[in-house]
């Protein structure tokens, strides 16, 4: 199946009335140009020379957790529960590139630096969330920007995009033409193919229903919070605990380029200490919203002088 054919965009996503909501404040400070089109508003934020898109990713709930008969899943995967998600958020359409990155750090320790639109990686949590690290430089540059990583809720939900399949295609398959993992080794019955051996730049591939990319593949993200069990988890915006110490788990999801192809899943749990670097290990914004409205802002795109 061809890329075309999988792709999903926003008109193919149904959601309850109440999940209708878009921001109350559009364009939000801090927005340098914005718009709508087939996923939805958008609106990007300069960020030290390097411009960075974010997506509006609606409130509402989804199915989440894999199924049991999912192949190769893992048993923290499950039960599958309904979490619903009570307020909006932009999330970045890709994950943070190493343009961005040098941008507000100045350097990195990134193995792949061929290219200033690879995504960063060996980025411990530490130095995207913690004391002195990527988010608080961030916040300096560009004050009240109230910019965090996603929860390991929202991560997910935005991965989805509506589906309820081990990927965001639709589909219970993958191909290498549809994300950056270990093709080598075939998932669930589907093809093998070439294993790239590196990161590739954060724009490749088809995004989702939400227009973002590689939510699949290439660098596992860091979420906020750590893992916790989905036995008795709250129905409204869970979040794991998150513990200060060095050896203090955080979650990460997604999958990368150097994983076979069943971590890669919507569904699929790893954890990481939170000062583990990994050349397969990267992240992506989350930018706090206000409150959402009842109705939905002007179609109309615009710029905001500098």
């Known amino acids: 199946m061809s890329q075309a054919a999988t792709q999903l965009c926003r008109a193919d996503l149904s959601y309850p009335p109440e999940a209708q909501?878009?921001?109350?404040?559009?364009?939000?400070?801090?927005?340098?140009?914005w718009?709508?089109?087939?996923?939805?508003l958008w609106i990007e934020v300069v960020?030290?020379?390097?411009?960075?898109?974010?997506?509006?990713?609606?409130?509402g709930e989804f199915l989440m957790g894999s199924p049991e008969g999912e192949p190769e899943r893992s048993g923290d995967e499950g039960p599958q529960h309904v979490?619903?998600?009570t307020e909006g958020f932009w999330l970045a359409e890709t994950a943070c590139s190493l343009?961005?990155?040098?941008?507000?750090?100045?350097d990195n320790l990134s193995d792949f630096k061929d290219d200033p639109h690879n995504p960063v990686e060996?980025?411990?949590?530490?130095?995207?969330?913690?004391?002195g690290g990527f988010l608080r430089r961030l916040e300096r540059l560009l004050p009240g920007l109230a910019a965090s990583l996603p929860t390991e809720a929202e991560w997910e939900y935005a991965c989805r995009a509506g589906t309820e399949t081990a990927f965001n295609w639709g589909s219970d398959t993958i191909t290498p033409e549809q994300a950056n993992y270990n093709a080598s080794v075939a998932y669930n019955g589907g093809p093998t193919g070439e294993y790239r051996q590196k990161t590739?730049?954060?724009?490749?591939?088809?995004?989702n229903a939400w227009g973002l990319y590689q939510m699949h593949g290439n660098v596992w993200e860091w979420c906020a919070d750590g893992p916790r069990s989905y036995d008795g988890s709250p129905r409204e915006n869970p979040r794991g605990?998150?513990?200060?110490?060095?050896?203090?788990?955080?979650?990460?999801?997604?999958?990368?380029w150097i994983g076979g192809p069943h971590g890669l899943r919507a569904a699929c749990r790893r954890t990481g200490r939170r000062v583990r670097r990994d050349h397969d290990q990267g992240f992506r914004l989350l930018l706090r919203s206000t409150s959402p409205g009842a109705e939905r802002p002007p179609e109309a795109a615009g710029t905001r002088d500098a």
């Open 83 to 85: 979490v619903r998600l």
């Open 122 to 131: 060996n980025v411990s949590w530490d130095d995207v969330a913690g004391e």
């Open 99 to 106: 343009a961005v990155w040098e941008a507000v750090v100045g």
């Open 21 to 33: 909501r878009w921001p109350s404040a559009f364009p939000p400070a801090g927005a340098s140009a």
């Open 241 to 256: 605990e998150t513990g200060d110490g060095k050896d203090a788990p955080r979650v990460v999801r997604g999958g990368s």
């Open 47 to 59: 960020i030290g020379g390097p411009v960075q898109r974010f997506r509006w990713i609606e409130p």
């Open 200 to 207: 590739m730049p954060v724009k490749s591939f088809t995004p």
């Open 35 to 40: 718009g709508d089109d087939q996923y939805g």
